[in-house]
């Protein structure tokens, strides 16, 4: 039965301490919410360790009970780990990332008292989806949904942009350094989505009363984007020149084996596999349904990407040498 909510004062993190859950951290911090970031290593939690507000407290989610302690006085837990890989191509990593973790979280918020879950997942999160990624992000919300103990929410973010998101950022190097880019998936369209926007989207839904539980909203940006037009507008936006050429889908498939062998592993089969779903919006618009105008990309990413001064001048320097 649905307890009725306390009221919201202390929310905790699961996963706080990753690129979203900064943002997060930082947002509930402003609306005066006290965060307690429960993480892996307080070293991973580094820079949140000056938030006034934020508490970082190691813990091992899959322990029920240390986790259940460790959200006691919370009324509020949302759910941000993730994984983009796994060792392997088995599926088994990402089960135990995603499907486990959230298991243990439902649980041990019950056992604490935790009157509202948000669970961050993703857009075509499906236990039948084509990847180990979307399916075990699928399962995870399935867990969730039956859920009847405490108020429960689910976000479906597209790719989420922003300072140090790992979408731009990915691209960047390979820009940089690259005279052109092979690339697989680049006809998958996405709708990037702020940070910002994420984090208050959050915000809204643990402060809503009235939102039914088990209530879905996915999130996307203002502009659907296909993969190979991000990386163009990666290389326009900080100086470079690097044109795009898509590959087909056998050559593709290839070139994510290959990059399994690279360190950190920066694209896989299984990332691939999830690129065979276009990342956009098919229901109702989240953010326009929480009254959050969507920050267009535009308006974020050029000054993150633009050119250091110190690469400006060199590049000004070898046009003077004719080189
Ligand atoms: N970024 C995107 O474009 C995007 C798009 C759609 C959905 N999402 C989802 O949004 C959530 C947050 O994404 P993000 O970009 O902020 O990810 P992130 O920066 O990689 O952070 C994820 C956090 O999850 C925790 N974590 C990772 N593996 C774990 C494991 N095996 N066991 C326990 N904790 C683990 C880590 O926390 P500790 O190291 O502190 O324990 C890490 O800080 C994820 O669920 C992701 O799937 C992200």
């Given at each position: ?12 993190l ?13 947002r ?27 508490r ?26 993730g ?29 604490a ?39 429960t ?18 691209f ?79 050559a ?21 596999r ?17 009254g959050i ?6 308006a ?24």
């Amino acid at each position: 039965m649905l307890k009725t909510p306390a009221p919201l004062r202390t929310v905790a993190l699961l996963g706080g301490s990753g690129f979203l859950g900064q943002a997060l951290a930082s947002r509930l911090q402003a609306a005066g919410f006290r965060t307690r970031i429960l993480t892996r290593s307080l070293e991973h939690a580094r820079p949140l360790w000056l938030l006034p507000d934020a508490r970082c407290e190691t813990v091992d989610v899959h322990d029920r009970a240390a986790l259940a302690a460790a959200l006691r006085g919370c009324e509020g837990l949302v759910n941000l780990i993730g994984i983009l890989n796994e060792k392997g191509d088995s599926g088994r990593g990402f089960r135990r990332a995603h499907v486990d973790t959230t298991v243990s979280a439902l649980a041990a918020a019950e056992v604490a008292g935790v009157s509202r879950f948000v669970q961050v997942s993703a857009l075509n999160a499906d236990p039948e989806g084509p990847s180990h990624y979307l399916r075990s992000k699928g399962e995870a919300e399935q867990r969730v949904l039956e859920t009847r103990s405490m108020r429960t929410a689910i976000v479906r973010p597209s790719v989420i942009f922003g300072a140090g998101d790992g979408l731009f950022g990915r691209f960047l190097p390979l820009v940089k350094f690259l005279p052109f880019l092979p690339l697989a998936g680049a006809g998958a369209r996405m709708q990037p989505v702020f940070v910002g926007d994420v984090a208050e989207a959050i915000l809204h839904i643990l402060c809503d009363d009235q939102l039914p539980s088990g209530s879905v909203f996915e999130l996307g940006g203002p502009e659907v984007w296909t993969l190979g037009r991000i990386v163009e507008f990666t290389a326009h936006m900080s100086g470079h020149f690097c044109p795009v050429f898509p590959l087909p889908a056998w050559a593709g498939r290839l070139q994510a084996e290959l990059c399994e062998h690279l360190p950190g592993k920066p694209f896989s089969r299984d990332n691939w596999r999830s690129l065979t779903r276009d990342s956009v919006v098919q229901g109702t618009d989240g953010l326009a349904a929480l009254g959050i105008t969507a920050t267009p990309l535009d308006a974020v990413v050029p000054a993150l990407l633009k050119p250091t001064r110190r690469a400006r001048d060199y590049s000004a320097e070898r046009r003077g040498a004719h080189r």
